[in-house]
């Protein structure tokens, strides 16, 4: 049986997965078709907020997959490919000229041929509104021509809608939304007067619904970003069955949010019903070709009378963020920031939502107090619009005390910046992280040991990165070694954003079907020591130096600046360089 993608990949995955979250061989972006006789560059931007290291590429066959073939860039830390965010006079970087250097042409999306029916993707990234990686994926369907584009292609939730509807029904349904044709074409971050409250009112709506939905899908079903013949998330999939829910009856926008509902539940249909089997019915064809065991699919059942009025909730949540904009003092007025409060509360519910039934009453306790003209709504919305705040503190909060709410919402000081004048250098540095999970009356005992050493000259932003992880998944059942790792060494890159205050490096690998995409945030300091926390796939932990919680879990963070700079010898180039390393 061939299943060495699948195991390989989900080794990677757990030990990762432990490391960054559960405790407190590798790919790259290369272009295939980059260096080809002809070929042409595709410039972009992605916008959900914008995602900075992204995985855009050219879906050739449109099945949701990347496939080795396929061309594809990582957006740059402005969330933009191939070409970077014009500067202050108009010029921006043209990442896909023949001098680039070998960082810059990570951002270069080209392609060998023309169409003028081409589906871009994107997945993986970080969410710069947020702080937090872009989970799901978002895409765009047009043409590529021989020259660029005089407006810059925009990859966003609209646009992702809009890919699985003819053109001839754009207009109609955007006019349901509440927008005008040409809004889809549009940064609605920047936007002409600054932001463009009503295009990012759907954009979240249509989004966040997805969310919804996919992640109760990725939750029941549990292989996609494992399975090599799956896509990495069915995102895609929730889009086009919105796209197909439009076509009902009972569409007609929701200017009025209550129309949701019946949306929700034909979206629902369309995609657990007819979609999702379709999708590993194919993918088991394959499998069967190959003499593969066959992907095994539990009976799904969906809760819809729980989700239904909880999407309902988000879309009236979005309906009252964004509507603050342009107006009150949150975030000093700043438009911008207004939008960035709006969009880290929303993702704030939805983690609530993602927590189940136990935290009933702390969404309600949520929505009661996001929905009531009150000065703690204000400070919440004005600490949330700080660019060093996060929700990661408050997804656990019931919301009964708005006090601690406000408290818990307040943005860290003292933060490392790392890179710059008086900075920490995270360039030519490396990380060392460790963690124990003990808990006996649940017969699970844990550990991973973790080294990351981030290439490159002091004051680089980005460069390359080599990672050392030793991982138990349970040492008191035998049956479970099967995704342990002894030293065992990945490649990948990092790059520092400056649009998070440079207190935030992002990491990525990729390897199989999957896009691993990490941060390591500086979260200020606690009796005078700095704290870290690191964010997985949307899940953030917190590691010290010092013993965390009183349940059987420690973990401690060493950051050392190496002193023989990065050099073959200092950098593992093999398993046994990781063992070393790790003593």
């Not at 270069?108 to 023309?114: A, K, N, Y």
């Not at 799904?300 to 009150?328: H, K, M, Q, Y």
């Not at 990380?431 to 649940?442: H, I, N, T, W, Y």
Request: glycine share 10%.
């Amino acid at each position: 049986m061939k299943q060495a993608s699948k195991f390989t990949q989900r080794m990677l995955g757990a030990a990762i997965a432990a490391a960054m979250f559960n405790l407190a061989g590798c790919g790259s972006a290369d272009n295939p078709d980059k260096g080809s006789p002809q070929s042409y560059s595709v410039a972009g931007v992605v916008v959900d907020g914008y995602v900075a290291g992204g995985l855009v590429y050219w879906d050739t066959n449109e099945d949701g997959i990347l496939n080795s073939w396929e061309p594809r860039a990582f957006t740059d830390k402005d969330g933009y490919y191939s070409r970077s965010k014009p500067d202050a006079d108009g010029v921006s970087v043209d990442y896909c000229r023949a001098d680039a250097s070998a960082a810059e042409a990570k951002h270069c999306l080209r392609v060998g041929r023309l169409s003028d029916d081409a589906v871009l993707r994107v997945q993986g990234g970080i969410d710069l509104s947020t702080g937090e990686p872009f989970v799901g994926s978002m895409s765009l369907r047009t043409s590529i021509g021989p020259n660029p584009s005089v407006q810059v292609p925009v990859i966003s939730p609209i646009t992702s809608l809009l890919t699985y509807l003819p053109q001839e029904r754009h207009a109609e349904v955007l006019a349901r939304l509440g927008l005008q044709p040409g809004d889809e074409a549009q940064d609605y971050l920047n936007a002409p007067g600054g932001v463009d409250r009503d295009a990012l009112r759907v954009a979240l709506q249509l989004h966040k619904i997805n969310s919804l939905l996919q992640q109760q899908a990725g939750l029941h079903f549990g292989v996609f970003g494992e399975e090599p013949d799956l896509p990495a998330n069915p995102s895609f999939l929730v889009y086009r069955s919105m796209a197909d829910a439009t076509w009902e009856p009972g569409f007609i926008g929701w200017v009025d949010t209550g129309l949701i509902d019946g949306y929700v539940r034909d979206t629902a249909r369309y995609a657990f019903d007819d979609y999702l089997p379709d999708l590993f019915i194919a993918a088991n064809l394959l499998r069967m070709d190959r003499d593969d065991d066959p992907i095994v699919i539990p009976p799904f059942t969906l809760d819809l009378d729980r989700l239904v009025p909880r999407a309902a909730n988000v879309a009236n949540l979005v309906e009252i963020a964004t509507g603050l904009i342009g107006s009150g003092d949150i975030g000093g007025g700043d438009p911008g920031k207004q939008a960035r409060a709006a969009q880290k509360l929303v993702d704030l519910l939805l983690k609530k939502i993602e927590n189940g039934e136990l935290d009933e009453a702390g969404i309600d306790n949520l929505l009661a107090l996001a929905g009531t003209d009150s000065a703690d709504r204000t400070a919440l919305l004005d600490n949330l619009a700080d660019e060093n705040s996060d929700i990661s503190e408050l997804v656990e909060d019931d919301f009964s005390d708005p006090a601690q709410v406000l408290a818990k919402s307040v943005a860290p000081t003292d933060l490392d910046v790392f890179t710059g004048p008086g900075a920490f250098e995270i360039a030519g540095s490396k990380m060392r992280l460790s963690g124990k999970e003990d808990k006996p009356a649940k017969g699970k005992r844990s550990s991973v040991d973790a080294a990351f050493f981030f290439e490159g000259e002091p004051g680089a932003t980005q460069g390359n990165l080599t990672m050392c992880i030793t991982y138990a998944e349970n040492e008191y059942d035998p049956e479970a070694g099967s995704d342990d790792l002894t030293n065992a060494r990945f490649k990948g890159t990092w790059q520092v954003l400056d649009g998070l205050n440079l207190s935030t490096v992002q990491m990525r690998v990729s390897i199989a079907q999957g896009d691993f995409s990490l941060l390591v945030k500086s979260v200020g300091a606690a009796s005078g020591k700095p704290q870290y926390r690191f964010n997985f796939e949307g899940d953030l932990r917190k590691f010290d130096p010092v013993s965390v919680g009183n349940s059987g879990q420690t973990a401690r963070v060493a950051i050392d600046q190496l002193t023989t700079g990065i050099n073959g010898t200092t950098v593992p180039q093999s398993s046994a360089d990781c063992a070393a390393q790790m003593d």
